[in-house]
């Protein structure tokens, strides 16, 4: 039934399986070696509301890592979700705008966090005088993921099937009646599942808020208090040397954070795909 | 379902001799003690406070020029440092004595042994101040916490971290200002103030003093534009900071150890070898044991 | 009615064009910020310069550049070959019960916090690179093989999406025309999803460039010119991070120069991939 194999077929056989079973090990590997150190160190008293220097809490910096991520997403959410819409909905494909749009989103995207750390701290810290602050640190943050949201929305957007749009025109529905009640709802699993993208990427950022939200271990009472998120918190126990145990036990938070997100993010996905 | 299994066989097998390499790398490790070897010179950064005085205490910088041999590793925590040393039978390198622990070796300086008592006495030289900064417009409040850094119960504390206390001003009487007060700064000296603005906060209640880590130079400069009300600072103010209006109190000293990985042989070294090590004319070990 | 509709026509018009703002002014606060110095430094000096030494304000960059190339060269040939035939195999020859472990995990590693990684890096990678070749091992190496890994994800999960939108048709045809399997899948599946597996890599390029928490705990930042991958390297991202705390007056302004260099750095990488992308969509 099959073709014989020749050696160069048995040769990329074998590659490709070696490959497969190095990502796999170093997989395992790492997520084993962040559980193995973390664990033993969890403690109650890591999740105690009020942060001492005696039990290191990260209640604190999980509370701000929450803030921060809705903070974020009403910034970044609106503005991507409706780039996207004119992107697709309205404007000519191959304007002069469109490509500009495209190309800048494409920059954004690249840029390393560490940029726009320096940039954050440089324009909405120093010059608009914000001072280290969680609202700072949210529009830095926007910046950056505002091309994951508008990439993902864009996509979700172009599948939904032209017979929705004419339909919804033929019964007469306005444009933004189409786009709002006929096109949003049917691409949400997608819009959703680029958002959930996003969280992963803001929970996981350490350099771009190091010098924006500061690192100040406490929960910030209004937004322009500066507070730590949970890796920055991570970053913070580590710098000195006194709480390495502490900081492995937050890495294991981290690691639940993301797992939690990607299932969050694959339901999504397997309902866009069942429509 | 074959080709699956033979996957899971090729998985497996890779991972016995994944645990086979570093079980064998744990071998090589435990060879008694190094007294031999290339030297891995581990710095913190250019401008870092403990850099500097362990630079200039050591005689590394001449003339204001640092001399540190181009090939030292650099690396801007305390962390990476010790955990560097720990895993590296060859390296030595340099950390704050209030964060030394167990897993690596503090050498003895000229045969002085780096302790508190030690660093208090004046026998054990290599150390650095810990600096406030404040400005003339410090508040009621501002002012009564310095009162407190800088009485015995604030020293003690300074002392139980592991730091060398100054001189007192005697028992702290709080002159019961209260309200929000913001101080901001050094890293290295974040420990010690988040374990004094508690104890302070304890005895006024009416206090709520929040301590934010960044490091000395936006310390002093959030200090002179008003958003901390007190800096912290593990170096001395430049002249431009102090024409600006701050004024330095010394509230500890830190003692710097100089630690090496558990395996190596080599307990004492003098000034003039660290001199040499960190400015590369000594490169292997075996020229230190004597 | 048709005032609403145009109203929100310039709403969404507006939103599109913030990105496009950011961009500028990105753009604007770094230059502004960054080219005095370079001005005062004196271009050839700053960006040929072999030595950093600002406390003798000595500010050359060269082999910080030399090293970010280093450093994303070493975590391409790592990287770069796992990856694409990972996903492969995720592709063509992963068994259905495997694919479901895989692929959530492969999503794992990807929102895994980079300073998780770089404390991986110093405590495994190190010590290991250590033993074997009796050096110091926050070297080249080091820095190499951890981004190698850290690019892993994007490259497996981009190049696959990509495989997986090649039409079965072609893997059949070729099965038909009598090729094995695996040429099948390599010569023909492979060469097809060509364009979506080189925007996995450039992605992965892009992530190794720029990465600074896990770079900086392993790769040594020694401001001199590696000599051998056994030597330790110090990248522009790490170069910012290290003394951005301490810095001051030029010194500060010589460290957002850097970053500039960066940014100058992401943008050629883009451009030449959009320009590749036009010239493919065009042939």
């Known amino acids: 039934m099959k073709a014989k194999k020749d050696g160069v077929s048995l040769f990329l056989s074998i590659v490709t399986h070696a490959a497969a079973i190095i990502t796999i090990l170093c997989l395992l590997f790492i997520i084993a070696y962040i559980l193995i150190r973390g664990i033993p160190n969890l403690t109650p008293s890591l999740f105690e509301w009020e942060y001492t220097t005696d039990n290191v809490s990260m209640m604190p910096s999980i509370i701000n890592t929450i803030i921060v991520v809705i903070l974020t997403l009403l910034i970044a959410g609106p503005i991507g979700i409706f780039s996207a819409i004119y992107l697709v909905e309205y404007a000519k494909r191959g304007s002069k705008l469109v490509k500009v749009i495209l190309l800048t ?18 324009m909405f810290v120093i010059s608009m005088g914000m001072g280290l602050s969680v609202f700072a640190g949210s529009l830095t943050l926007a910046i950056m993921v505002l091309p994951t949201i508008m990439r993902t929305t864009q996509e979700a957007l172009v599948a939904v099937p032209d017979s929705y749009r004419e339909g919804s025109f033929g019964l007469g529905a306005g444009k933004l009646r189409t786009i709002f009640r006929i096109i949003l709802p049917s691409a949400v699993p997608g819009i959703m599942s680029g958002i959930v993208l996003s969280m992963g990427r803001i929970v996981g950022e350490t350099a771009a808020l190091i010098y924006t939200s500061g690192t100040v271990a406490q929960v910030c009472t209004n937004i322009f208090a500066p507070g730590s998120t949970l890796a920055v918190h991570m970053y913070r126990l580590m710098s000195e040397g006194l709480y390495t145990e502490q900081a492995c036990a937050v890495a294991v938070v981290l690691l639940v954070f993301v797992i939690i997100m990607n299932s969050l993010s694959s339901y999504l996905g397997r309902k866009l795909a069942k429509g | 379902m074959n080709k699956f299994l033979k996957g899971m066989l090729a998985l497996g097998l890779s991972a016995t001799a994944l645990v086979g390499c570093s079980s064998g790398g744990d071998d090589a490790q435990s060879d008694e003690g190094t007294a031999s070897g290339a030297i891995t010179v581990v710095s913190r950064e250019d401008g870092s406070g403990t850099r500097g005085a362990f630079t200039e205490l050591m005689g590394i910088e001449e003339d204001g020029t640092d001399n540190t041999t181009s090939s030292a590793q650099i690396t801007n925590s ?213 | 009615m048709q005032l609403r509709e145009n109203a929100m026509r310039i709403v969404f018009m507006l939103a599109a064009c913030f990105s496009i703002v950011a961009v500028f002014f990105i753009c604007f606060y770094l230059f502004i910020n960054g080219l005095p110095a370079i001005a005062e430094i004196g271009p050839l000096n700053f960006l040929g310069g072999m030595e950093w030494r600002p406390n003798n304000d000595i500010y050359g960059i060269f082999p910080m550049i030399i090293g970010s190339i280093y450093v994303t060269a070493g975590a391409i040939v790592v990287g770069v070959p796992i990856g694409i035939l990972t996903a492969i195999y995720m592709a063509y020859f992963c068994p259905k019960k495997l694919y479901k472990i895989i692929k959530p995990a492969v999503e794992l590693l990807a929102g895994i916090p980079s300073i998780v990684y770089g404390f991986f890096g110093l405590v495994v990678i190190v010590p290991l690179i250590q033993d074997a070749f009796h050096t110091s091992g926050n070297t080249v190496l080091a820095a190499s093989i951890l981004l190698g890994i850290m690019i892993l994800p994007t490259i497996v999960s981009v190049s696959e999406a990509s495989l997986q939108a090649v039409p079965d048709s072609y893997y059949e045809g070729s099965l038909a025309l009598g090729a094995t399997h695996e040429r099948s899948v390599f010569f023909v599946c492979l060469k097809a999803a060509k364009s979506g597996v080189l925007a996995g890599v450039i992605l992965g390029v892009g992530r190794a460039i720029g990465e600074t928490m896990a770079v900086i705990m392993v790769a040594g930042n020694q401001a001199v010119m590696p000599g051998s991958l056994l030597s330790g390297v110090r990248t522009m991202t790490a170069n910012i991070v290290l003394e951005m705390s301490y810095a001051t007056g030029l010194h500060r302004e010589a460290l957002i120069a850097t970053a500039v260099v960066l940014f100058v750095f992401i943008m050629i990488i883009n451009l030449s991939f959009s320009a590749l992308k036009r010239k493919e969509a065009k042939s």
Do not use: H
Request: charge should be negative; hydrophobic fraction near 35%; include cysteine.
């Open chain 2, 78 to 290: 305390t962390s990476v440092m010790m955990t560097t040393v720990e895993g590296n039978s060859y390296a030595i390198g340099y950390i704050s004595l209030g964060s030394l622990n167990d897993t690596v070796k503090a050498v003895t300086v000229d045969g002085v042994e780096a302790t508190v008592e030690n660093v208090e006495s004046g026998e054990y030289t290599v150390s650095r101040p810990f600096l406030v900064c404040t400005t003339e417009d410090i508040s009621e409040l501002g002012q009564d916490f310095m009162n407190f850094i800088m009485s015995d119960e604030g020293q003690a504390i300074v002392e139980e971290e592991g730091y060398i206390p100054r001189e007192t001003t005697g028992a702290f009487t709080s002159n019961g200002a209260s309200g929000d007060l913001t101080v901001g700064g050094s890293s290295s000296v974040t420990p010690v103030m988040e374990k004094l603005a508690e104890a302070y906060e304890e005895i006024n209640t009416g206090a709520n003093v929040s301590v934010q880590q960044s490091d000395s130079t936006s310390g002093a400069e959030n200090t002179i534009s008003g958003v901390y009300e007190i800096g912290m600072c593990s170096r001395d103010l430049t002249e431009e900071e102090q024409s600006k209006g701050l004024t330095p109190t010394t509230i500890a000293l830190d003692g710097i150890a100089v630690i090496v990985n558990k395996e190596n042989a080599v307990d004492n070294l003098t000034t003039d070898q660290i001199k040499q090590i960190y400015t590369g004319e000594i490169t292997d070990w075996a020229d230190i044991s004597e």
């Open chain 1, 105 to 122: 989103t494409e920059t954004l995207s690249g840029i390393p966090s560490i940029v726009y750390g320096l940039f954050g701290s440089l």
